[in-house]
């Protein structure tokens, strides 16, 4: 740093500054920077302008931020949400953009907002995805958004949710230009969630005939898989099958062994994920860090599953924490064996009433992992994160605010599962590059100016699975395109988002 930086520097009075507002024209001195390759960090300067990372400003004068003693990274990119609702109501994001997050995937677990004619995401759908990214550009979002199509939404769309059947010509015929036309407004690839309805009722090869259209654009199959209990690694060689037979990039949702009884059971899906790389099959994973999961009740108890809510089964009623009913807030936080003891219901009693009360939008949250499990996924190089948050409820499971904070402050500086640069990288370049995320994920001349400012010795997630909404500790500065969308914990107000559409 020159003597005329440090004295300017010297003038500022704290570590914020004011650089709010539009202003796209700046100077990171002094962080230690991360620039997403997995590199380690190098104390330099960073240069903005117009919403670009540049090697030297054109201009002089511009504002200088204080980064000594932080470190400086691309923004964080989330590349497993259900966000694709919340971005067009809350466009600001807090959720988000407080945690480092500066990128969403969208359209995950056979989900998303277009096609539209079932309504699996509720009252606000679009018909086609062009429509999605145009209400985006009309009333942008504080972080950039990319989607995904889901193939529950197509399946929906063409036979119905609960068509449990295979598809006639016709409507594979439909599925598949339903596809296509997904594929040309700029969806990233193609998701499916084949433990919910209608996704579970696809035979593999349904799957393989749309991951082949898919294939032909460049995209993505992203998977929530079948089973990840007791039958996660034939569900992990179905993903495999697909990739192999629709020469097609494939990436495991959160990946994850639930039940006790498959604890462990994550290293033979590990090697079998090895094993098929190692003949040439694309396939990475992502996962959330946490031991506890949170989805739909009725997916758990549905399909003859309620086996599995049985206390023999894989989870009993004191594991099973409400945290969005819509129908009965009064609900959420409470367990459902709360439930059954204040109404005197039996445990069977007690999923039936809340499942006819709430029916398909009681979203619970489960203890059902173990954390040797978590390290052991986190530890592989294939792994990226992934926040599988659902913007729903009082109570969201605390990975919608948190994740990536936990992943800086519990699994780097508490645990040392990995080094700071390994889990910038698979926060950013890693998960830029898998997406085909063009010009983002990294800190180099030419990129977008996303960006994270943060203490790599007090950040941590704050959030609980009481008190998940918490704002997380030790994020300075995030920005967008160059532009501060939130600041020691608060966000700006500023929406300089983009719809990331593939061309
Ligand atoms: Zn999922
Ligand atoms: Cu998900």
């Not at 809350?90 to 004619?117: E, H, R, W, Y």
């Not at 995904?148 to 598949?176: K, P, T, W």
């Not at 035979?203 to 898919?214: D, F, M, N």
């Not at 700071?420 to 890693?430: D, E, F, N, S």
């Amino acid at each position: 740093m020159s003597t005329g930086l440090s004295d300017r520097l010297a003038h500022l009075t704290s570590r914020t500054c004011d650089y709010r507002g539009t202003m796209q024209t700046f100077s990171v001195i002094g962080a230690c920077v991360y620039d997403g390759t997995g590199a380690e960090g190098q104390i330099r300067d960073v240069h903005v302008h117009n919403g670009t990372i540049v090697d030297s400003l054109p201009i002089s004068g511009a504002a200088l931020i204080d980064g000594r003693g932080l470190a400086l990274s691309p923004g964080f990119i989330d590349v497993h949400t259900h966000d694709d609702i919340s971005i067009l109501t809350t466009p600001q994001m807090p959720f988000k953009t407080l945690q480092g997050v500066t990128t969403v995937i969208v359209g995950n677990c056979g989900s998303s907002i277009a096609p539209d004619g079932a309504k699996l995401m509720g009252p606000i759908g679009c018909s086609r995805l062009s429509e999605y990214f145009q209400r985006v550009s009309d009333n942008p979002p504080s972080t950039n958004v990319a989607a995904l199509v889901g193939h529950g939404s197509i399946r929906a769309q063409v036979m119905g949710i609960a068509s449990n059947r295979e598809a006639s010509d016709d409507e594979l015929r439909e599925m598949a230009r339903l596809t296509e036309e997904a594929m040309q407004d700029g969806a990233i690839g193609i998701s499916t969630g084949l433990a919910y309805e209608p996704g579970r009722y696809s035979p593999t090869e349904e799957i393989v005939h749309l991951a082949r259209i898919v294939a032909e654009y460049g995209g993505i199959y992203t998977t929530h898989m079948r089973d990840e209990a007791d039958h996660l690694v034939e569900s992990v060689m179905e993903s495999i099958f697909i990739g192999e037979s629709a020469n097609i990039r494939v990436q495991i949702s959160h990946l994850k062994a639930i039940g006790e009884r498959n604890f462990g059971s994550t290293t033979q899906a590990i090697s079998a994920i090895r094993a098929a790389q190692s003949r040439g099959v694309d396939v990475m994973a992502d996962q959330y860090p946490y031991t506890r999961g949170s989805t739909l009740l009725d997916q758990l108890a549905s399909g003859g599953r309620l086996r599995a809510l049985h206390p023999d089964g894989i989870h009993a009623l004191e594991s099973l924490l409400v945290s969005s009913a819509p129908q009965h807030s009064d609900w959420e936080g409470c367990t459902l064996r709360d439930i059954a003891n204040s109404l005197q219901l039996s445990d069977k009693e007690t999923v039936e009433h809340v499942l006819s009360e709430c029916g398909r939008s009681l979203l619970v949250v489960i203890d059902q992992m173990s954390e040797q499990d978590v390290c052991d996924v986190m530890k592989e190089d294939f792994v990226m994160i992934g926040s599988d948050g659902v913007p729903a409820g009082s109570r969201p499971h605390p990975r919608l605010h948190h994740t990536f904070p936990r992943i800086l402050g519990e699994y780097v500086r508490n645990q040392g599962v990995l080094t700071l640069p390994q889990a910038i990288h698979k926060m950013t370049g890693m998960a830029s590059t898998r997406f085909g995320l063009k010009n983002r994920g990294f800190i180099a001349s030419g990129m977008a100016a996303d960006l994270v400012l943060f203490d790599p010795l007090t950040v941590i997630d704050t959030g609980t699975y009481v008190d998940p909404t918490s704002v997380p500790h030790g994020l300075h500065s995030v920005w967008v395109n160059g532009i501060c969308v939130a600041q020691d914990g608060h966000s700006t107000g500023e929406r300089p988002g983009q719809a990331l559409v593939s061309q």
